[in-house]
């Protein structure tokens, strides 16, 4: 009972761990850092590059802000009160013949000018740098991040899907990860920019004046109230940016992908409208976002207005008092319009901070997930071929049902034989089979392979010995080729025994492109039949232990269906004795089975031969007559 709790608690928590932080829904303010921090241990990976980023970054700053020193201290030199100014260009000069009347330059003039042309040079060079560092281990930690999600939604069990919007995904995936990249390529060299220019500042200007450091600085301190009140109105705004960005991509997904039922229900108005009003919310959001925004970037300014003009009228002050030189004070005043730069981009910063943030919580939620279906403790791989299935009591309850679908059931199948299952709908048939397969767990009861708990086995090994085709055959953008040999490394002759197999191999020559036509999106330029015999071959070409159709053959007509059933079942074509399992509606897909079992409400009502279940004139009886046109209406 604890386990089926956990399993529910899981998946509940799951539902919403994509679009919304629990948090979240327990603040209307947040303040930025609870998730964002969560990049650095994929920048630290790469820690060497990191380090070799920040030296150059901060190195980069250094020589940023040497030439202001230069230029005030050549304020200095060049005082016309300066005596040393005036020996300087008596005794050590160099003369520049090419340019008359200029008369002659002193090699110290000249070692300003070499100084500040030097700095700019080094800054180059350490900025490009830095760049490089920082964008490469942004786009690693950005590839990183994404396949961590990647392999976190690859891992959840197929129910996990059932219930979230493909596009939703896509965007936390693609958008959401990408917001991250620009996190760690601008914000982090950003922040070491702003730190760097900021201590660097202070400690060359404290060390020319405390006095008018502090005066200089003091009013910045207005700063941090005002990050405070930013940080803890926007975030949740963003947030909800990024998640009606998911839901404008989860409907224009899912309307492109359905655009012939859309247009044939002359729905395309209905569908703007949905897109339209999730567009809306993002427009009110950003809207509300900017507003804030544009509150708090002019407070920015009104701070350095003050700080500046206070270093204006201070600074001329003590210049007059005599407790700073004239180069000093342009070196202030210097340095201190450099510190507009820093000041405006910390504004910028700590938007993208919040933006970053909100994509972080989805971006790790997605990460965070963990399957209810997993490898037990102690399982092992399946090496002996599948020689037989077994239900033993086994009762099943979807997550979000509260009645069992499955009621008790008991079945079994070995090699060579064929089992077919028939109920209406809703009756928990291809629940059976999303059970071998281990899309669900049976909440009480035991699925069997070979006499022992499935469970037993690792999962990746127990379905490498099981074909399965859905009663919704889906093929992947690209050729038929590549749809039959999915995800494995075959031979042409291979792929097309597995389509002779599958009553595919006349429908294939007939194309002019053959194996290499291309089937389009979910392989909307093929029928639905020819859909359902691709899959099947790709089934097939597994040579599988266990065969399990689900409606398979629900799109064929009667002629191919039963050409498929002899290359399946006479025994001339198959390589081994395989298990099959068939669910279907459709009885005649199923009347030659060793057993057939008839199920009602989630459970077994009768099971037998064909000719036995006619003469039991129960379920089967009742629709083999419907279906052949025998009863009345």
Same mark, same amino acid.
């Given at each position: 009972?604890?386990?089926?709790?956990?399993?529910?608690?899981?998946?509940?928590?799951?539902?919403?761990?994509?679009?919304?932080?629990?948090?979240?829904?327990?603040?209307?303010?947040?303040?930025?850092?609870?998730?964002?921090?969560?990049?650095?241990?994929?920048?630290?990976?790469?820690?060497?590059?990191?380090?070799?980023?920040?030296?150059?970054?901060?190195?980069?700053?250094?020589?940023?802000?040497?030439?202001?020193?230069?230029?005030?201290?050549?304020?200095?030199?060049?005082?016309?009160?300066?005596?040393?100014?005036?020996?300087?260009?008596?005794?050590?000069?160099?003369?520049?013949?090419?340019?008359?009347?200029?008369?002659?330059?002193?090699?110290?003039?000249?070692?300003?000018?070499?100084?500040?042309?030097?700095?700019?040079?080094?800054?180059?060079?350490?900025?490009?740098?830095?760049?490089?560092?920082?964008?490469?281990?942004?786009?690693?930690?950005?590839?990183?991040?994404?396949?961590?999600?990647?392999?976190?939604?690859?891992?959840?069990?197929?129910?996990?899907?059932?219930?979230?919007?493909?596009?939703?995904?896509?965007?936390?995936?693609?958008?959401?990860?990408?917001?991250?990249?620009?996190?760690?390529?601008?914000?982090?060299?950003?922040?070491?920019?702003?730190?760097?220019?900021?201590?660097?500042?202070?400690?060359?200007?404290?060390?020319?004046?405390?006095?008018?450091?502090?005066?200089?600085?003091?009013?910045?301190?207005?700063?941090?109230?005002?990050?405070?009140?930013?940080?803890?109105?926007?975030?949740?705004?963003?947030?909800?940016?990024?998640?009606?960005?998911?839901?404008?991509?989860?409907?224009?997904?899912?309307?492109?992908?359905?655009?012939?039922?859309?247009?044939?229900?002359?729905?395309?108005?209905?569908?703007?409208?949905?897109?339209?009003?999730?567009?809306?919310?993002?427009?009110?959001?950003?809207?509300?976002?900017?507003?804030?925004?544009?509150?708090?970037?002019?407070?920015?300014?009104?701070?350095?207005?003050?700080?500046?003009?206070?270093?204006?009228?201070?600074?001329?002050?003590?210049?007059?008092?005599?407790?700073?030189?004239?180069?000093?004070?342009?070196?202030?005043?210097?340095?201190?319009?450099?510190?507009?730069?820093?000041?405006?981009?910390?504004?910028?910063?700590?938007?993208?901070?919040?933006?970053?943030?909100?994509?972080?919580?989805?971006?790790?939620?997605?990460?965070?997930?963990?399957?209810?279906?997993?490898?037990?403790?102690?399982?092992?791989?399946?090496?002996?071929?599948?020689?037989?299935?077994?239900?033993?009591?086994?009762?099943?309850?979807?997550?979000?049902?509260?009645?069992?679908?499955?009621?008790?059931?008991?079945?079994?199948?070995?090699?060579?034989?064929?089992?077919?299952?028939?109920?209406?709908?809703?009756?928990?048939? @291809?629940? $059976? /089979?999303?059970?071998? %397969?281990?899309?669900?767990?049976?909440?009480?009861?035991?699925? &069997?392979? =070979? !006499?022992? #708990?499935?469970?037993?086995?690792?999962?990746?090994?127990?379905?490498?010995?099981?074909?399965?085709?859905?009663?919704?055959?889906?093929?992947?953008?690209?050729?038929?080729?590549?749809?039959?040999?999915?995800?494995?490394?075959?031979?042409? @002759?291979? $792929? /097309?025994?597995?389509? %002779?197999?599958?009553?595919?191999?006349?429908?294939?020559?007939? &194309?002019? =492109? !053959?194996? #290499?036509?291309?089937?389009?999106?979910?392989?909307?330029?093929?029928?639905?039949?020819?859909?359902?015999?691709?899959?099947?071959?790709?089934?097939?070409?597994?040579?599988?232990?266990?065969?399990?159709?689900?409606?398979?053959?629900?799109?064929?007509?009667?002629?191919?269906?039963?050409?498929?059933?002899?290359?399946?079942?006479?025994?001339?074509?198959?390589?081994?004795?395989?298990?099959?399992?068939?669910?279907?509606?459709?009885?005649?897909?199923?009347?030659?089975?060793?057993?057939?079992?008839?199920?009602?409400?989630?459970?077994?009502?009768?099971?037998?031969?064909?000719?036995?279940?006619?003469?039991?004139?129960?379920?089967?009886?009742?629709?083999?007559?419907?279906?052949?046109?025998?009863?009345?209406?």
């Amino acid at each position: 009972m604890s386990d089926e709790i956990d399993s529910k608690t899981k998946e509940s928590m799951s539902v919403t761990s994509i679009s919304k932080d629990n948090s979240d829904l327990l603040e209307e303010r947040q303040v930025v850092g609870r998730k964002i921090w969560r990049i650095f241990p994929y920048v630290i990976r790469y820690w060497q590059r990191a380090l070799g980023g920040l030296l150059a970054n901060m190195g980069a700053r250094v020589f940023d802000l040497i030439p202001f020193i230069a230029i005030g201290m050549a304020a200095d030199y060049y005082n016309p009160d300066n005596p040393q100014f005036t020996n300087s260009r008596v005794e050590s000069f160099v003369t520049i013949e090419s340019i008359p009347d200029l008369g002659p330059i002193s090699s110290t003039e000249l070692g300003f000018g070499l100084l500040i042309f030097a700095s700019f040079v080094i800054l180059a060079i350490f900025q490009g740098f830095s760049n490089q560092l920082w964008q490469s281990i942004a786009y690693k930690a950005q590839h990183d991040i994404r396949m961590d999600a990647t392999r976190s939604l690859l891992n959840m069990e197929a129910s996990y899907f059932e219930t979230r919007q493909t596009g939703n995904l896509m965007s936390v995936l693609s958008a959401d990860v990408a917001q991250l990249e620009d996190i760690i390529s601008d914000s982090s060299t950003s922040i070491i920019r702003i730190f760097t220019t900021l201590c660097t500042a202070f400690v060359i200007l404290y060390w020319m004046s405390p006095l008018l450091c502090m005066i200089l600085f003091g009013p910045l301190i207005m700063i941090v109230p005002m990050v405070i009140w930013f940080s803890t109105r926007v975030q949740r705004k963003y947030r909800k940016q990024r998640e009606s960005t998911g839901g404008i991509i989860a409907i224009l997904e899912n309307v492109l992908s359905g655009i012939t039922i859309v247009q044939a229900y002359n729905a395309t108005g209905f569908e703007r409208d949905r897109v339209e009003k999730q567009s809306g919310n993002y427009r009110d959001q950003a809207v509300q976002a900017a507003f804030i925004r544009n509150r708090f970037i002019p407070g920015f300014h009104i701070v350095a207005g003050i700080s500046f003009g206070l270093l204006v009228s201070a600074g001329g002050w003590l210049m007059n008092s005599g407790e700073i030189s004239v180069g000093q004070f342009v070196t202030f005043l210097l340095i201190s319009t450099r510190m507009t730069m820093p000041l405006w981009i910390l504004g910028m910063l700590l938007n993208q901070l919040q933006k970053g943030e909100a994509a972080s919580r989805r971006v790790f939620a997605v990460i965070d997930l963990e399957p209810s279906i997993f490898d037990r403790e102690g399982s092992i791989p399946l090496e002996e071929p599948i020689s037989s299935v077994s239900f033993q009591d086994v009762s099943f309850a979807y997550p979000s049902s509260i009645s069992n679908v499955l009621n008790g059931i008991n079945l079994s199948a070995s090699s060579g034989q064929f089992l077919g299952v028939m109920g209406h709908t809703g009756a928990g048939k @291809s629940t $059976i /089979l999303k059970l071998i %397969e281990r899309f669900y767990e049976p909440q009480t009861g035991k699925v &069997l392979i =070979n !006499g022992r #708990d499935i469970n037993e086995f690792s999962i990746e090994s127990v379905r490498s010995r099981i074909g399965f085709v859905s009663q919704e055959p889906f093929l992947f953008y690209g050729t038929i080729r590549d749809n039959v040999a999915y995800a494995r490394d075959v031979k042409e @002759s291979e $792929i /097309l025994d597995a389509l %002779e197999l599958a009553g595919a191999s006349e429908f294939i020559s007939q &194309l002019s =492109n !053959g194996l #290499d036509t291309m089937v389009g999106d979910r392989g909307v330029m093929l029928s639905g039949g020819q859909r359902a015999r691709i899959s099947l071959a790709r089934a097939l070409l597994k040579d599988p232990d266990l065969l399990i159709l689900d409606e398979a053959s629900a799109a064929l007509d009667a002629e191919t269906e039963k050409r498929i059933q002899q290359s399946l079942f006479d025994g001339s074509s198959g390589k081994k004795k395989r298990i099959t399992i068939a669910v279907a509606h459709r009885l005649a897909t199923i009347r030659n089975a060793d057993e057939i079992i008839a199920m009602v409400d989630g459970a077994i009502v009768e099971r037998g031969k064909h000719e036995e279940l006619l003469s039991n004139e129960n379920v089967y009886a009742s629709q083999w007559s419907i279906q052949i046109g025998e009863l009345d209406s």
